[in-house]
């Protein structure tokens, strides 16, 4: 008895053997890549503003006051020390201190609960 496959096997069997062909060629080319690929390097580099110096003179008092302090105090104190030294209540110092940030004298940095306020350079 002779055994003969009939010509629908035949090309379904040359179909499954073409497409794992396929998928292991895209298989080695994807190691391939994954290996040969070079190493990126991302380099930072900080650009240093020239600091500038802050003009008193076009300060109010209770600005003058602040940026004093601060000189003080290594250029960073608590917003709540800063208001007990001040001796002024949380309104005022919010709006003052906002002044200072939109003059780019100061920043204010959140830390918990407390805000820091830094002097800028």
Known sequence: METSLCPMTQTTNQQTYLSLAIVGVLVVLGVILIFVKPKE????KKIKEKSKKIDMEKLDADEK???EL???????MFQSSLMEKLEIGKVKATRLLDKLEAKQIIERKRRGMNNIV???D
């Open 70 to 76: 601060l000189l003080k105090e290594n250029k960073a």
């Open 41 to 44: 390097r991302i380099i930072f």
């Open 118 to 120: 830094v002097l800028r």
């Open 65 to 67: 006051k602040v940026v």
